[in-house]
């Protein structure tokens, strides 16, 4: 790990500075963008979920109250007008492997005609799901920590694969898409919704990572890996996701998605199962004047064979997210937000292991300079789970809270 973190520290201090102006966008020009993030918290006394306790935020009491969090860069080559290919690199402390790979794709993005567009791409990426995570890094811009939704999507959920978006501008009644997705290697998702339950986190699974699995819950049905890959191909067949959204300009935009991973949970590739999951998601986003509206909700379920039959885990969650530009009120380079969200679990073998909750979520971010950005947040989680108990929580009632203050040096 010693050098992860040197390979990070350097990254990091690429970023000191005014950042890098891009390359001209021409073909062969490459633009390189990133940052180092640093940041002061006080975090719960649980053991964070990364290290296997049952606590729902990034840190926990292993974690100290100064952290070097991580650094970020992107590369994108343009190779003509309509192609690029882009890649997202991460370097950690928490990563076993020091430096990984979020993101590694090609684009195809010709110039519309007439009313149409259309674009391809084919790589690793995020499905076109979230509308909350849509900043450098697949970061949100309105606080430190994305929603439920969006926490697990960034740890479970890639694209590996090629996806099509294909877009109509009706004119007076605002912008159509459809998005449709061929997808592999993504087999294990739905075990952290079963076994971990919800969580909050910016901390999306890198592509040659693994993660690790609650020691209660490895305990408690008898596992026998406390880790788990997230991105391999386990049964040979082909997921997917579609989806359908609606945009106009003063309104807002409408979105739908199913995903479904068609895995088989009765096949095992050596330690690891595949997980059958599937679910809807639905969104919303609307802006008036300085203020930004979305909502999101996904309800879905996974099911994991076993010598007994099938276990069905079902999950479902939604999210309110507030933002307010505070340049209205006279507070130029200032934004206010604030989230609400709730979640749920359910699973048809043991009861301990099923959770209620809900969050709040307040950020004051300041960018008064393109090199650097200020944020403050406070998360207070309030969550119901027998199986706290067995990880050593006082009761199954749990209240949380987490407080960061983030430095982005942008470069």
Same mark, same amino acid.
């Given at each position: 790990?010693?050098?992860?973190?040197?390979?990070?520290?350097?990254?990091?201090?690429?970023?000191?500075?005014?950042?890098?102006?891009?390359?001209?966008?021409?073909?062969?020009? &490459?633009?390189?963008?990133?940052?180092?993030?640093?940041?002061?918290?006080?975090?719960?006394?649980?053991?964070?979920?990364? #290290?296997?306790?049952?606590?729902?935020?990034?840190?926990?009491?292993?974690?100290?109250?100064?952290?070097?969090?991580?650094?970020?860069?992107?590369?994108?080559?343009?190779?003509?007008?309509?192609?690029?290919?882009?890649?997202?690199?991460?370097?950690?402390?928490?990563?076993?492997?020091?430096?990984?790979?979020?993101?590694?794709?090609?684009?195809?993005?010709?110039?519309?005609?007439?009313?149409?567009?259309?674009?391809?791409?084919?790589?690793?990426?995020?499905?076109?799901?979230? &509308? =909350?995570?849509?900043?450098?890094?697949?970061?949100?811009?309105?606080?430190?920590?994305?929603?439920?939704? #969006?926490?697990?999507?960034?740890?479970?959920?890639?694209?590996?694969?090629?996806?099509?978006?294909?877009?109509?501008?009706?004119? !007076?009644?605002?912008?159509?898409?459809?998005?449709?997705?061929?997808?592999?290697?993504?087999?294990?998702?739905?075990?952290?919704?079963?076994?971990?339950?919800?969580?909050?986190?910016?901390?999306?699974?890198?592509?040659?990572?693994?993660?690790?699995?609650? =020691?209660?819950?490895?305990?408690?049905?008898?596992?026998?890996?406390?880790?788990?890959?997230?991105?391999? =191909?386990?049964?040979?067949?082909?997921?997917?996701?579609?989806?359908?959204?609606?945009?106009?300009?003063?309104?807002?935009?409408?979105?739908?998605?199913?995903?479904?991973?068609?895995?088989?949970?009765?096949?095992?590739?050596?330690?690891?199962?595949?997980?059958?999951?599937?679910?809807?998601?639905?969104?919303?986003?609307?802006?008036?004047?300085?203020?930004?509206?979305?909502?999101?909700? &996904?309800?879905?379920?996974?099911?994991? !064979?076993?010598?007994?039959?099938?276990?069905?885990?079902?999950?479902?969650?939604?999210?309110?997210?507030?933002?307010?530009?505070?340049?209205?009120? !006279?507070? =130029?380079?200032?934004?206010?937000?604030?989230? !609400?969200?709730?979640?749920?679990?359910?699973?048809?073998?043991?009861?301990?292991?099923?959770?209620?909750?809900?969050?709040?979520?307040?950020?004051?971010?300041?960018?008064?300079?393109?090199?650097?950005?200020?944020?403050?947040?406070?998360? &207070?989680?309030?969550?119901?789970? #027998?199986?706290?108990?067995?990880?050593?929580?006082?009761?199954?009632?749990?209240?949380?809270?987490?407080?960061?203050?983030?430095?982005?040096?942008?470069?």
């Amino acid at each position: 790990m010693g050098k992860g973190i040197r390979i990070a520290l350097f990254l990091a201090a690429l970023c000191v500075g005014q950042r890098v102006p891009a390359f001209a966008q021409s073909e062969g020009a &490459l633009t390189v963008s990133g940052y180092g993030d640093f940041r002061a918290l006080t975090s719960p006394s649980e053991t964070a979920w990364l #290290n296997g306790g049952l606590s729902k935020f990034r840190y926990g009491n292993n974690d100290g109250n100064f952290r070097f969090a991580e650094a970020v860069a992107q590369g994108d080559l343009r190779l003509g007008d309509d192609f690029s290919v882009v890649a997202l690199a991460r370097a950690e402390p928490e990563q076993r492997i020091g430096l990984d790979l979020l993101e590694g794709y090609v684009s195809w993005h010709p110039a519309a005609a007439g009313p149409w567009s259309w674009s391809i791409k084919t790589g690793a990426f995020f499905p076109t799901i979230s &509308l =909350e995570n849509d900043d450098l890094g697949w970061t949100s811009p309105y606080t430190l920590t994305p929603s439920a939704i #969006n926490s697990w999507i960034g740890e479970e959920l890639r694209t590996i694969g090629s996806e099509g978006i294909v877009r109509y501008d009706s004119g !007076g009644f605002g912008s159509f898409s459809f998005t449709g997705a061929i997808t592999c290697c993504n087999d294990p998702a739905g075990v952290l919704i079963a076994d971990r339950g919800w969580a909050m986190d910016d901390r999306p699974s890198g592509l040659f990572s693994d993660l690790r699995l609650p =020691e209660a819950t490895v305990k408690l049905f008898h596992l026998g890996d406390d880790r788990t890959p997230m991105f391999v =191909e386990i049964d040979g067949t082909p997921g997917w996701y579609a989806g359908l959204g609606w945009q106009m300009a003063g309104i807002g935009k409408l979105t739908v998605v199913r995903y479904d991973n068609e895995g088989d949970p009765y096949r095992r590739s050596g330690a690891y199962s595949a997980w059958d999951t599937r679910f809807w998601s639905y969104g919303a986003r609307t802006s008036w004047n300085d203020l930004v509206l979305i909502a999101q909700g &996904l309800q879905g379920q996974t099911v994991i !064979g076993t010598s007994f039959g099938s276990s069905y885990t079902f999950f479902q969650s939604a999210f309110l997210l507030a933002s307010y530009d505070l340049e209205g009120i !006279g507070l =130029e380079d200032w934004r206010a937000s604030m989230r !609400g969200d709730v979640f749920q679990t359910r699973h048809s073998g043991s009861s301990l292991t099923n959770e209620d909750g809900r969050a709040g979520t307040l950020a004051l971010s300041w960018q008064g300079v393109d090199w650097l950005r200020v944020t403050g947040e406070w998360i &207070l989680m309030q969550s119901r789970k #027998n199986e706290y108990v067995l990880a050593g929580f006082a009761s199954p009632q749990a209240s949380q809270q987490e407080l960061q203050l983030s430095a982005k040096i942008f470069f």
